[in-house]
């Protein structure tokens, strides 16, 4: 945290871009690095780059790097598909092999990097930092809001609607093109307008054998490949580069789609060099946000510091994020079990909220909010009290439930100070209880037959 003292020297700082750093291997040892387009364009428009290498041990360390004013990632190996709703049952063995020996360079998982960029994201979500998620970088993004990604796009998208495009090109790393079209009224609509035609039609360059297969439910699409695979994607509730606001999610390059010719002598990032004039307008509208966002942290003033006073105390503040805290550890600890293949297995589901007893406390707090809220009849409680992890004095609940109903307002209060995303997690989180909670009321009935 940036104590009020520090708040003026921060002022000469110009805003931070974290971008994370790619692993590869050069004379038998580890090397990181960042493509140097990126950095380019960023310093370009009036942001520092700043890398957080990938190595052990960053994860934990990501306080060290703040104030934090936008993130931008991009390039890296497939992300782990544990860490999603991953169905790879249309994938014959032969298919995975072939996968395998195709993109052997991307199919390595990095846990490391997964886990340091995935942190960034949600906090990027959390406080609404702008973030450009280029190729991987968008994949991430997806992720970390409950999207899930193709293993292999040709082998499982292609083969579905029978249409072919080359998404990867080994050969041919900066030239390779192929088609996309544009959503109109969306932002990259705007940025490559003018050179738009009545097909909506641009040539990008990409670098892919994975891709957004379910788009999380907060974000629209902005492209699409002629095989339909979603091409970009940004959140309409989080975009107004004037305020301040930019989460947006690249699948394509638009860094390298530059004029062959043009490479080897360019040095700047130049409209001049560029495919279309609207190439670099992600990296200028992403750091615009970037900058607004950095006048927003030091407080353009006292006003909005005084309005976030009286709307959402510090107190609250806290509470919320222990609340969120609370329910995404449960879920963790749900979606680990369904990921484990228990997924029809209530029971595991249930045991491992039992079982997880350095986590009692930060679970406690989600059931002391369930607790206190009205929104619940007397059947829901009777299922949630079968969830002895959650609920565990029916009796205490039950008298909650009639006599402390000053306490909606409260929740409401503290619904009302999250985000959007934040409110559907929350949801999300219930409704699993719930279903998980009926599944085991109803094998408890069989079982009493």
Not at 141 to 159: I, K, M, P, T, W
């Amino acid at each position: 945290m940036v104590g009020g003292g520090a708040v003026a020297e921060l002022s000469s700082v110009l805003p931070r871009v974290l971008i994370v750093s790619s692993r590869t291997v050069r004379k038998n040892k580890f090397v990181n690095f960042v493509g140097e387009y990126h950095l380019d364009l960023i310093v370009s428009y009036g942001a520092v780059p700043v890398i957080v290498p990938r190595v052990s041990g960053v994860h934990s360390l990501l306080d060290s790097f703040e104030p934090i004013h936008g993130v931008l990632l991009c390039e890296g190996e497939d992300v782990d598909p544990t860490l999603y709703e991953s169905d790879i049952s249309s994938l014959t063995e032969q298919d995975l092999e072939e996968i395998k020996a195709a993109h052997s360079s991307n199919t390595s998982i990095d846990k490391d990097k997964d886990s340091i960029e995935l942190q960034l994201a949600r906090r990027c979500l959390e406080r609404n930092i702008p973030y450009l998620g280029i190729c991987r970088g968008s994949q991430v993004l997806n992720v970390a809001c409950g999207g899930s990604l193709y293993q292999d796009v040709e082998r499982e998208l292609s083969r579905k609607v029978g249409v072919e495009v080359q998404h990867i090109n080994y050969g041919n790393y900066d030239g390779h093109r192929h088609s996309v079209s544009i959503v109109e009224g969306s932002p990259l609509h705007d940025w490559f307008n003018q050179s738009l035609e009545s097909n909506m039609e641009l040539f990008v360059n990409s670098y892919h054998h994975q891709g957004v297969k379910r788009l999380a439910a907060r974000f629209k699409p902005m492209a699409y490949a002629a095989d339909s695979l979603v091409e970009g994607f940004y959140d309409p509730d989080v975009y107004n580069p004037d305020e301040g606001k930019f989460i947006v999610g690249l699948q394509f390059h638009p860094e390298r789609m530059r004029h062959q010719q043009d490479l080897a002598a360019s040095n700047s990032a130049s409209d001049t060099v560029f495919d279309y004039p609207g190439c670099p307008r992600a990296y200028q509208e992403f750091v615009k946000a970037v900058v607004a966002y950095q006048k927003k942290l030091l407080g353009s003033g006292k006003e909005i510091q005084a309005k976030q006073k009286e709307e959402f105390t510090p107190r609250m503040e806290k509470q919320r994020q222990q609340l969120m805290h609370s329910f995404s550890k449960a879920k963790l600890l749900y979606e680990e079990q369904r990921k484990a293949g228990s997924v029809h297995n209530s029971n595991s589901a249930i045991q491992a909220l039992q079982e997880a007893s350095e986590n009692q406390r930060e679970l406690e707090v989600g059931a002391e909010f369930l607790q206190s809220t009205m929104p619940l009849n007397k059947h829901q409680v009777k299922r949630l009290n079968q969830m002895g992890a959650t609920v565990r004095n029916s009796s205490i609940f039950l008298e909650k439930l009639e006599t402390n109903k000053h306490k909606q307002s409260f929740a409401r209060t503290m619904l009302e100070g999250m985000h959007m995303h934040e409110v559907q997690e929350t949801l999300d989180f219930y409704k699993m209880m719930v279903d998980v909670a009926s599944s085991v009321l109803e094998q408890k009935r069989q079982s009493n037959f």
